[in-house]
């Protein structure tokens, strides 16, 4: 065993520590969050500490089959949280109010695809 796979087993052994603390608060939040978007935002978290448990088994084995499904989870994550936020958004719509961070739904705020304003002006007479 040379000095540099020393190097790479006390790396990776501190980064599972780090990666696995990083798990337990994050699943905290899951649970705990106040609203749901903090929910959503922790589940994309969590999305992205698995995709670095995955790295970490990568080089710890050698293995580089580990890198394509770390990927793939990527997409699979990146995916799901438009999803979230898609439904979030619709679900404060239908409400009639705010999404939980305060933001302003697009009809409120005057950006909807039907909103009059000089993107939309039928007359074209909009500050050009």
Known sequence: MTATDALIGMACNFALVVLGLSLLLTVYRVVRG??????????????????????VIAIRTRYALYVDIAIALGLVGFLATVAFARFILARALVKGQPAGDGAVPLAEAGGGPGAAGPANDPSRKGSD
């Open 34 to 55: 106040p609203t749901l978007p903090d929910r959503v935002l922790a589940l994309d978290m969590l999305v992205g500490i698995a995709i670095g448990f995955i790295a």
